[in-house]
């Protein structure tokens, strides 16, 4: 038997809501080698096609500073045109297929302080984005926990001024996150949707981030928190060729 007044954490459900995949080079990188694929259509075809055999069903596009359409692109508060036109015709077929998309947005402004304008320029977007194109997300990628990188603080004061800005029009906010301190996740549960909770580690492996996952569990959002295991392809990659531990 519990003791008088134990709470019992709702059963997680059998099956994951999102099974989510970062596509990577959409505006950069060598064309033919995995690079600057948005707006290809075969690419594009391709991607939708093995999302679709593989179980994704939600895509963040990363590297959309390269859109930004005043200089540094990733302070800007606009994507180009021809940038807009690309996202548009790919967030509709996926749209089609039954899959989401969002982006992967930096929140450091060069000097670690706050920088809005790749949450303004999704809101941009969105302004004049038939239902069809939106983007439905974004994700938080600013390793705070890194040294040189923006304090915990500035961080979480950050996600909620994104989430401010984009909660209003219906764009739900993510985040990346690794090497937390204690008492750190909890403070994030009114700004975020998905705790993307990684270790660095290429098999989704709950022990690492159990941690971050019992600290969520001892909080009372308003709607049940959301948390998956982030699996890094890049350290894959490393541990295989011996660069890297795990």
Partial sequence: NLPSGTSIMPKAPDTPKYIA???DKAF???PGNYGQWLGNTAREDYLISRCLQKGFNLIYITNTSYIGATSPGYLASQYTSSGKASIRNFVAKCTLAGIEVGVVIGINDGSNGPNLGPANRVKDYNQTAAANQK???VLVEEEYWNNGQMTFTVFRNTVQQVFNLLDPVNVKVDA???NWDPGELPQLTSY???YWLTEYTNIPRYDRIRSGVQELAGT???TPIKVGALVSAESYERNAAGVNTV
Avoid: C
């Fill in 21 to 23: 995949l970062y596509a």
């Fill in 28 to 30: 950069h990188g060598t």
């Fill in 135 to 137: 983007l439905t997300r």
């Fill in 176 to 178: 990346y996150l690794a």
């Fill in 192 to 194: 975020l949707d998905i």
């Fill in 220 to 222: 009372t959002p308003v």
